[in-house]
């Protein structure tokens, strides 16, 4: 291919659309929209279906990118009933919008028109990144709603030595930061990419660049670095929350954290728990999540960890050949 | 010894790893569209500014090594300082938060005396004198870690040159060889940015650039909400005290929709919330 030819491929492929599976809008509750995915594989899981719950910081396509970097086409395949939480892109009039709100609210109300859907008491849940710390608290206050929880590269136990991001907001005011409005994605992305700076700003193009100019590869760039800057906007009042309860103070670990008015303590969560951690992971360094071992009351812990990083847990190719089908088994006798 | 010294010593080295690095820029080269080709609205973004990384990383090495061959009185270790020099240069401005993005932006305020304030515009001169006081910090912030940043860069190419060894490279230099000594660059680089990020110098500088940012942010607000009073223009103020009220009243609504109701859905009243129609 010569320069030019792969320059136009470049152009092309920006506009690639991440997203694969066929799914369907089925709840909405302002603008959050819940997902639910169409089977590709005959019923396992004994019927009871999985959520996955994102993060409130990207976009939640990342779990399902394209065909072969989809952790949803995985689980699909495993023959289990995937739902989907997209927090939606946050503007001014959610600057207030709290924790509680996203807890004790929304995800209630998924919640709620899953178990009513199916007639079911309780369901899986997958909690991703800061998802997962979301799905800790829903579990900790709704434990009778939840039968199996997953956790993916969820930070538990934020002061962890490798927590660069926790350094950083040690000695910030983050109630000045913040204001009265929202925290902008853009600066978010910002600070992320300064986690690695030389890796995530230069190196990750001279790498595209010198590869091969393989028109999949591109569009999988392609896609890959959309989601990274397709960064939504942060209610404020729930980032402020976030940052302070759980970055600065570490309450989760100190068992002093309140949502809502009710304790989250995670003794009280006694359900199956399986937790999988990325061992590269520069986000969320692995004894941040592991930490999770000694705060839960679940006799039935598992920790699951893969030689990968924060974003290859979703897209590499590792990761499909091998997260979807450890959480099938995982979840096949629970 | 510094690897430079060697590679003089065995006289082929120098000129094999300028080759490498030419190769290196030449294929990210070929790889950009003829001048022409590129679209006039490009400005530039894309991958052209790594292009131009590799070729400018690619004329430094140049002029060190045919500096330290030709010229006797030259050491390896000026050499080294000349390469240091360079890559500090080169990525002094990266697009790094002190430098964009989390920071104040806009107009420098002018300078103001700490004079007392008095009379009728004592806090408009207050408020100008604080946000001053913020731009100060601000700046005095980011030129810590600028420095640290700068420290990193130096210790990098400190340790990319103690790394590099003799060269491991065939004769005939191939782009995978150049790779590899890129590759180098940027482990040492992450290794000696992570040392400095971690350190309590960098935290305590990145966490008063935020706060003297947000400190600027609201007295600036200040500034322009008192001018769009002057003319009867909605504030932001305004707005989120009409938002509080607003929550103030949908929670009452939840509150006495659950008294209403015991065994109401869970999450109380609804917002705007709906099945969607299949």
Not at chain 1, 173 to 199: H, K, T, Y
Not at chain 1, 211 to 219: C, H
Not at chain 2, 55 to 69: K, N, Q, V, Y
């Amino acid at each position: 291919m010569t320069g030019a030819a792969f320059y136009a491929a470049l152009a092309a492929a920006s506009h690639c659309a991440a997203g694969c599976s066929q799914k369907e809008a089925v709840w909405q509750s302002d603008k959050l929209t819940l997902y639910r995915y169409r089977p590709i594989a005959r019923p396992a899981g004994g019927g009871v279906p999985l959520l996955i719950v994102y993060a409130l910081v990207n976009r939640p396509y990342m779990m399902d990118l394209q065909e072969d970097r989809s952790l949803i086409r995985g689980l699909l395949a495993e023959g289990l009933d995937v739902y989907l939480i997209d927090w939606g892109y946050p503007d001014g009039a959610d600057r207030f919008t709290t924790l509680a709100d996203y807890i004790d609210d929304y995800l209630v109300g998924c919640v709620d028109y899953i178990l009513n859907t199916h007639r079911l008491n309780a369901l899986n849940m997958l909690g991703v990144c800061q998802g997962g710390v979301l799905s800790l608290c829903f579990t900790a206050l709704h434990p009778k709603r939840v039968r199996n929880l997953i956790t993916m590269v969820t930070p538990v136990d934020f002061h962890s030595p490798a927590d660069l991001l926790s350094k950083w907001v040690s000695k910030i005011d983050v109630a000045a930061w913040v204001g009265e409005g929202n925290v902008s994605g853009d600066a978010l992305n910002q600070l992320f990419l300064s986690l690695m700076p030389f890796r995530l700003m230069h190196q990750k193009y001279v790498d595209l660049l010198a590869g091969s100019p393989d028109q999949d590869r591109i569009e999988n760039f392609m896609r890959v670095e959309q989601w990274i800057f397709d960064s939504p906007d942060q209610a404020g009042a729930a980032f402020r929350e976030f940052v302070l309860w759980f970055y600065q103070e570490n309450r989760l670990v100190k068992n002093r954290l309140e949502i809502a008015g009710r304790k989250v303590d995670l003794h009280t969560v006694r359900l199956p728990l399986l937790n999988l951690i990325g061992k590269r992971d520069h986000l969320v360094p692995p004894a941040a999540s592991a930490a999770l071992q000694r705060l839960v009351g679940s006799d039935d812990y598992t920790v699951l960890e893969f030689d990968l990083g924060h974003i290859g847990m979703y897209v590499s190719a590792r990761a499909q050949r091998e997260v979807p089908a450890a959480i099938a088994r995982w979840l096949a006798p629970r | 010894m510094s690897p430079f010294a060697v590679r003089m010593e065995s006289g082929i080295v120098d000129h094999e790893l300028w080759r490498q690095w030419q190769a290196f820029a030449t294929l990210l080269s070929s790889a950009g569209p003829a001048p022409q080709a590129r679209p006039a609205h490009d400005g530039g973004f894309g991958f052209a500014p790594f292009i131009d990384a590799a070729e400018r990383f690619t004329a430094a090495a140049r002029t060190i090594l045919d500096g330290a061959g030709s010229a006797s009185a030259r050491t390896a270790d000026e050499a080294a300082r000349t390469f240091s020099d360079f890559l500090r240069e080169h990525f002094a401005d990266f697009q790094m938060p002190w430098n964009a993005g989390l920071g104040a932006a806009g107009v420098q305020p002018a300078p103001m005396e700490n004079s007392p304030a008095f009379g009728p515009t004592r806090e408009h001169q207050q408020r100008w004198q604080r946000t001053a006081e913020a731009w100060r910090r601000i700046d005095d912030a980011r030129r810590r870690l600028q420095r640290l940043w700068s420290d990193a860069l130096s210790e990098a190419a400190t340790a990319f040159a103690a790394r590099l060894g003799p060269p491991p490279y065939a004769a005939a230099m191939s782009a995978e060889a150049a790779r590899k000594l890129y590759d180098l660059w940027i482990e040492c680089a992450e290794e000696a940015y992570a040392r400095a990020a971690h350190g309590e110098a960098f935290c305590e500088a990145l966490s008063e650039f935020v706060n003297a940012s947000s400190q600027w942010r609201r007295e600036v607000q200040a500034s322009i909400e008192h001018s769009a009073k002057l003319l009867d223009l909605p504030t932001r103020s305004e707005i989120n005290t009409l938002s509080h009220r607003l929550r103030s009243v949908e929670e009452q609504l939840r509150a006495a929709s659950k008294t209403r109701k015991p065994r109401a859905p869970a999450g109380g009243a609804k917002r705007a919330r709906r099945r969607v129609k299949r």
